[in-house]
Every structure is written in structure tokens, then in C-alpha cells.
């Protein structure tokens, strides 16, 4: 049975870092896209990043226009996860965080939709 866990979130304020990690369990994703989504009160789920593999041992990230230049997602496989490096927080970024793998090469990136499997989410709240 697969499973993605995150943790790292948690109340910090505007300027602040955090890290975001998201341990998958079941099967191995070294071979597929992981990425992280958001969501806050009231509004959709948002596409923050995606670090996709691309053969041999490349790959490579995409980010939401939000998160280019302050976040950076990575991965080990070795661990079977999945982190989100947070820089310079703002109240905007106020969200649950969530994990995912997506298994098909063809969907989208950036389309929720296109992924399989989702982690729990963790709560990260940005205070000004």
C-alpha cells in the first residue's frame, strides 16, 4: 500500500524558512514526478513545484510562478523522498502543503489531476 507522509510545516513568520519533507512508502518513485501542491481556505488546489525524472540519473524542477526563486524542491531516492525548501515566507503562502506522485508521463505537471497518489498534508501558516 503506498503512502506519502509529509511533515515540516508549522506557524512561522513572514521572512522565516521552512523545510517540507514527504516520505513515500509501498512502492519506489525514483522514476516518476513528485510534487508539491497547496491549498488554502476557500480556494483550489495550487500547483507549487514538480521535480520529474528525465532518464539516467537527471532530472528536473518546475515551479509555480509563486514559488520560483524562493522555494526549491528535491529529492532523495535512496530515501524515497521528497522535500520543499521554503524561503522568505509570506502570509500568501498560508496553506496546507500537499505531496504527490504522479505515475503517467503524459498528464500535465501542473494539473492536480494527473497525479495518483497524495499525501495527508501539513498545515503551514505564514504570520505578518
Known amino acids: 500500500q503506498v503512502q506519502l507522509v509529509e511533515s515540516g510545516g508549522g506557524l512561522v513568520q513572514t521572512g522565516s524558512s521552512l523545510r517540507l519533507s514527504c516520505a513515500a512508502s509501498?512502492?519506489?518513485?525514483?522514476?516518476?514526478?513528485m510534487g508539491w501542491f497547496r491549498q488554502a481556505p476557500g480556494k483550489e488546489r495550487e500547483f507549487v513545484a514538480v521535480?520529474?525524472?528525465?532518464?539516467?540519473?537527471?532530472?528536473?524542477?518546475y515551479y509555480a510562478d509563486s514559488a520560483r526563486g524562493r522555494f526549491t524542491i528535491s529529492r532523495n531516492n535512496a530515501k524515497n523522498t521528497v522535500y520543499l525548501q521554503m524561503h522568505r515566507l509570506k502570509p500568501v503562502d498560508t496553506a496546507v502543503y500537499y505531496c504527490?506522485?504522479?505515475?503517467?508521463?503524459?498528464?500535465?505537471?501542473?494539473?492536480?489531476?494527473?497525479?495518483?497518489?497524495w499525501g495527508q498534508g501539513t498545515q503551514v501558516t505564514v504570520s505578518s
Open positions: 504527490a506522485v504522479k505515475m503517467s508521463v503524459t498528464t500535465p505537471p501542473r494539473a492536480a489531476r494527473g497525479y495518483d497518489y
Open positions: 521535480i520529474n525524472w528525465s532518464g539516467g540519473s537527471t532530472y528536473y524542477s
Open positions: 509501498g512502492r519506489t518513485f525514483s522514476r516518476y514526478a
